[in-house]
């Protein structure tokens, strides 16, 4: 499959639409992560559909001092790795064709959700974000946009501005894609040397850690609600020779469990990754709702995320994993 490169809006435009239209959106430097969000988007949209990809590096969305200019721009290989996906289109203006007039005046708000992690963090970003995705949302006109889980914030944005405005397009988003030794893909992955790229994998290894202990704790409560909390109990367990065992998954269950424990699991990991050579320097660590990224209490039930971002060297790195609360299932 050869896909056409498109650079401006009025040749997209004109571009014949054939079935559902799915769209990826990147900043370009495309790995297996961008991969295989094109080739679930090749199978969403059908051999009747098309897929677009749009390559813009989006400069409203940089903070001082961060990485605009040396942002990776690899269009010719980003071009192929479409093209092998699936893509049928790769749409990649300049800075002048998305944002005609300059910076934009008009930019959507990204509210209190916004504001929280990686907004605090980086102030103005998600405005940013919400604008560039508005822009091409209007321009590549998709029936579907998917976007990778791995940016769990930003794609609880986006269905949030999709939902609060209106927007006539359906988001899908995608499993975080990692490398055999559990590092998340990312574009700025490059930029760490191998000494730093251990380092960096204290991220993964911290969210794993979380989950373990998360499914752990759901085994636990399981495994104590089987029989009730009486003298009945003591019975039936002494009865079948597990009476410490379960007495300590109950106690356990009811008493060293929640976000807490969560948190400090993966904690421990983190603390260690700031003794190494060279150190990781956390900027966050949280156990939020998937909603709306604010942080759940022990009685929270439903889908929540474990999310880390932290620095190694010159680079920053942001992580998560999805947690499911409220079974006795493990997490998601």
């Known amino acids: 499959m050869t896909a056409t490169v498109l ?158 405005l209106n927007f006539g397009v359906d988001i899908v988003g995608v499993p975080t894609v990692r490398e055999e030794d559990g590092l998340a893909l990312s574009s700025r992955n490059r930029y760490l040397s191998p000494a730093e790229r251990r380092t960096a994998l204290a991220l993964s290894q911290a969210l794993f850690a979380g989950r373990d202990r998360h499914a752990a704790q759901q085994a636990l409560r399981a495994r104590a609600s089987e029989v009730p909390a009486t003298r009945a109990r003591a019975e039936a367990l002494s009865a079948i020779g597990e009476s410490r065992a379960a007495a300590d998954a109950h106690a356990v269950a009811t008493t060293a469990g929640g976000p807490a424990a969560i948190l400090a699991a993966a904690r421990l990991v983190l603390d260690e990754a700031v003794r190494l050579d060279p150190p990781l320097a956390l900027d966050y660590l949280a156990l939020v709702d998937a909603s709306d990224f604010t942080e759940i209490g022990d009685d929270f039930t439903g889908e929540a995320v474990l999310a880390v971002a932290a620095r190694v060297g010159g680079t920053r790195l942001i992580d998560n994993i999805p947690l499911t609360f409220g079974s006795f299932g493990a997490a998601s």
Do not use: C, W
């Open 7 to 164: 650079r401006t809006a009025a040749e997209l435009s004109a571009r014949a639409r054939t079935g559902r239209r799915a769209v990826v959106m990147t900043m370009g430097a495309l790995h297996e992560g961008h991969a295989t969000l094109i080739r679930t988007a090749r199978e969403i949209a059908g051999p009747e559909g098309e897929v677009v990809v749009t390559v813009f590096v989006n400069p409203l969305q940089f903070g001082a001092g961060e990485d605009l200019d040396r942002y990776p721009r690899t269009l010719d290989a980003d071009v192929r790795i479409a093209e092998q996906s699936g893509a049928d289109a790769m749409f990649a203006p300049a800075v002048d064709e998305v944002y005609p007039g300059g910076e934009p005046q008009v930019r959507i708000s990204a509210g209190p959700m916004g504001e929280r992690l990686e907004g605090a963090a980086r102030p103005g970003h998600f405005d940013g974000v919400l604008t560039v995705v508005a822009k091409l949302l209007h321009l590549t006109r998709p029936d579907i946009a998917l976007y990778g889980q791995k940016d769990a914030q930003q794609l609880a944005l986006i269905r949030r501005m999709v939902r609060d």
